[in-house]
Nanobody, 117 residues
């Protein structure tokens, strides 16, 4: 059973930065997809960034230029560096990993990010 554990969330003022971590129970390169999603209060979960098997990275328009995805294979950990945070970035952030497109993703439990104005 794959486990994903997010950490690094917290309360930050607008304009500040946070780095989220997603620690996986196996190599992050073994997954077809690794992604970060977020769910703002009262809203649907939305894709923030996606990393494909070939290494291609897609950022949502709302975070492009402010958020950066990276990984540490030795630690089986994916990171999301979030800069220039805005109040609208407030959400629970979830890590997801997929073995292949025909299977359901594995999910972490999420980490809360709150950006005050």
């Amino acid at each position: 059973q794959v486990q994903l554990v997010e950490s690094g969330g917290g309360l930050v003022q607008a304009g500040g930065s946070l780095r989220l971590s997603c620690a996986a129970s196996r190599s992050i390169d073994s997954f077809e997809l690794m992604e970060w999603y977020r769910q703002p209060p009262g809203m649907r979960r939305e894709l923030v960034v996606s990393r494909g098997y070939g290494g291609s990275i897609y950022y949502a328009d709302s975070v492009r230029g402010r958020f950066t995805l990276s990984g540490d294979n030795a630690k089986n950990t994916m990171y999301l560096q979030m800069n220039s945070l805005k109040p609208e970035d407030t959400a629970v952030y979830y890590c997801a990993a997929t073995d292949d497109p025909d299977t359901r993703p594995y999910w972490g439990r999420g980490t809360q990010v709150t950006v005050s104005s």
